[in-house]
């Protein structure tokens, strides 16, 4: 947009309507942006609330099809205090010395204007953007993403928000190409991919990962590994590696065995460490994998030497203080590399090939429990050195038509509340 142009508009701002002035009228501190137009320009003027209820426009935008500019007012210029802002941002209501952590959070008002205007096709009520200003600066300058929204693709339009930094970024995703106006030609993709991916937009980055990584396989093929490894690319490369077998069959064996990626890994390791031969598919794709799993985690706890044993006493006093209790529930640590294995074995799950670990305290076991069945197993949890619950399973890894029930979930949040009180005392002594 020419300057002049800017010049131009900065004049021909609409006046604001009395009936959106008095939705802005009462108590208590907050921030508005009211969209007009005046032709086929969107105008918005910004304002702030004070607590006594007076209001004050801090900052106004205009977007076309030319462009789109942000003005700021300085009340300190002598003459014109509206001027053509150097940088384009989401609004700012606080005046600039003010600190960082004032509440730059705004509601829109007359939102429906927008589509009386030039960025009428943005689709910005259909979605929730959490920095509707930048996201229609990107749309003046790219209106074809308006195919990603409308396809299923919003989530590669990124939205940065950092008020405290000062910088509010809207983006789109890197592998999109915003020169085409093609849909297929913007996502790099033919029409069989574009089909395979329909209702899994989501895992668009995964699928061109894997097609790059693995370029023989057809999109249907590309999809299964899709659906069973996902983001976990890592892991995918590691048991490949370990286990020989095709990242494909991988995928159906994790698909068709109803297990998690990352438990398939543990079985390969444990596989490893007992030294078994893992070119046999009758070890590296057992028929059985949670009874050959759980098996084998038998196995390596019995393995288990005096050494481990004095780790696992050496470490038992500093784990008290992950033990907690909240309502019906007990969380506490196991008394022995024992009863890890027996927790397994009632519980049909794979917390003994954890024993070893837990008592080298690499991560960290502990046993739920309802308080009036405080011996009988319930659920297991893992908890990892950074104090983040990795894992909370209960009988048959919650696999035997027995979902989480909402107590489960609701403790899981609380105990990770907690565990966040934990890490910030260990910050705080680390730098007393």
Same mark, same amino acid.
């Given at each position: 947009?020419?300057?002049?142009?800017?010049?131009?508009?900065?004049?021909?701002?609409?006046?604001?309507?009395?009936?959106?002035?008095?939705?802005?009228?009462?108590?208590?501190?907050?921030?508005?942006?009211?969209?007009?137009?005046?032709?086929?320009?969107?105008?918005?003027?910004?304002?702030?609330?004070?607590?006594?209820?007076?209001?004050?426009?801090?900052?106004?935008?205009?977007?076309?099809?030319?462009?789109?500019?942000?003005?700021?007012?300085?009340?300190?210029?002598?003459?014109?205090?509206?001027?053509?802002?150097?940088?384009?941002?989401?609004?700012?209501?606080?005046?600039?010395?003010?600190?960082?952590?004032?509440?730059?959070?705004?509601?829109?008002?007359?939102?429906?204007?927008?589509?009386? &205007?030039?960025? *009428?096709? #943005? $689709?910005?009520?259909?979605?929730?953007?959490?920095? =509707?200003? !930048? /996201?229609?600066?990107?749309?003046?300058?790219?209106?074809?993403?308006?195919?990603?929204?409308?396809?299923?693709?919003?989530?590669?339009?990124?939205?940065?928000?950092?008020?405290?930094?000062?910088?509010?970024?809207?983006?789109?995703?890197?592998?999109?190409?915003?020169?085409?106006?093609?849909?297929?030609?913007?996502?790099?993709?033919?029409?069989?991919?574009?089909?395979?991916?329909?209702?899994?937009?989501?895992?668009?980055?995964?699928?061109?990962?894997?097609?790059?990584?693995?370029?023989?396989?057809?999109?249907?093929?590309?999809?299964?590994?899709?659906?069973?490894?996902?983001?976990?690319?890592?892991?995918?490369?590691?048991?490949?590696?370990?286990?020989?077998? &095709?990242?494909? *069959?991988? #995928? $159906?064996?994790?698909?068709?065995?109803?297990?998690? =990626?990352? !438990? /398939?890994?543990?079985?390969?390791?444990?596989?490893?460490?007992?030294?078994?031969?893992?070119?046999?598919?009758?070890?590296?794709?057992?028929?059985?994998?949670?009874?050959?799993?759980?098996?084998?985690?038998?196995?390596?706890?019995?393995?288990?030497?005096?050494?481990?044993?004095?780790?696992?006493?050496?470490?038992?006093?500093?784990?008290?203080?992950?033990?907690?209790?909240?309502?019906?529930?007990?969380?506490?640590?196991?008394?022995?590399?024992?009863?890890?294995?027996?927790?397994?074995?009632?519980?049909?799950?794979?917390?003994?090939?954890?024993?070893?670990?837990?008592?080298?305290?690499?991560?960290?076991?502990?046993?739920?429990?309802?308080?009036?069945?405080?011996?009988?197993?319930?659920?297991?949890?893992?908890?990892?050195?950074?104090?983040?619950?990795?894992?909370?399973?209960?009988?048959?890894?919650?696999?035997?038509?027995?979902?989480?029930?909402?107590?489960?979930?609701?403790?899981?949040?609380?105990?990770?509340?907690?565990?966040?009180?934990?890490?910030?005392?260990?910050?705080?002594?680390?730098?007393?």
């Amino acid at each position: 947009m020419r300057k002049e142009r800017k010049e131009i508009l900065l004049h021909s701002f609409p006046l604001l309507p009395d009936s959106i002035e008095e939705q802005m009228q009462g108590k208590g501190a907050l921030n508005f942006c009211v969209f007009l137009t005046e032709g086929r320009e969107l105008f918005v003027r910004c304002y702030h609330r004070y607590t006594n209820g007076t209001l004050a426009e801090r900052q106004r935008y205009v977007f076309a099809k030319d462009g789109a500019v942000r003005y700021i007012y300085d009340e300190w210029r002598n003459g014109e205090k509206w001027s053509i802002a150097s940088k384009f941002t989401e609004p700012r209501f606080a005046a600039k010395w003010y600190p960082y952590s004032f509440d730059n959070t705004y509601c829109i008002l007359n939102a429906s204007a927008y589509k009386r &205007s030039d960025v *009428r096709y #943005s $689709r910005l009520d259909k979605h929730n953007f959490c920095c =509707p200003i !930048m /996201y229609l600066r990107l749309y003046v300058r790219h209106p074809n993403v308006e195919y990603l929204l409308e396809a299923g693709y919003a989530h590669l339009i990124e939205e940065c928000e950092d008020y405290y930094g000062g910088k509010i970024t809207v983006n789109v995703n890197h592998r999109v190409n915003l020169k085409s106006n093609n849909l297929l030609k913007m996502l790099g993709l033919n029409r069989d991919e574009f089909k395979a991916l329909s209702g899994w937009e989501k895992q668009y980055e995964n699928y061109l990962y894997y097609r790059e990584t693995y370029p023989k396989y057809k999109p249907a093929e590309l999809m299964e590994i899709v659906h069973a490894y996902g983001y976990e690319h890592g892991t995918l490369e590691s048991n490949t590696a370990m286990s020989g077998l &095709s990242p494909l *069959r991988l #995928s $159906r064996y994790i698909t068709s065995s109803d297990i998690t =990626p990352g !438990m /398939y890994s543990d079985y390969l390791r444990q596989c490893r460490e007992l030294r078994y031969d893992l070119s046999d598919t009758a070890v590296s794709l057992p028929h059985d994998f949670n009874a050959i799993h759980e098996r084998l985690s038998g196995i390596i706890k019995y393995r288990a030497d005096e050494k481990l044993r004095g780790e696992f006493e050496k470490n038992y006093q500093s784990r008290s203080v992950l033990e907690y209790e909240s309502g019906e529930l007990i969380l506490a640590q196991p008394k022995s590399i024992e009863e890890i294995a027996a927790e397994g074995g009632a519980l049909c799950h794979c917390v003994g090939g954890y024993a070893e670990r837990h008592a080298k305290a690499q991560t960290n076991i502990l046993f739920l429990r309802r308080r009036s069945e405080p011996g009988k197993p319930y659920y297991t949890m893992e908890v990892s050195r950074e104090l983040k619950i990795v894992q909370c399973f209960g009988y048959k890894n919650n696999r035997a038509n027995n979902p989480k029930p909402p107590e489960i979930k609701a403790f899981e949040k609380e105990y990770q509340e907690y565990l966040e009180v934990l890490k910030n005392d260990k910050r705080n002594q680390r730098s007393a």
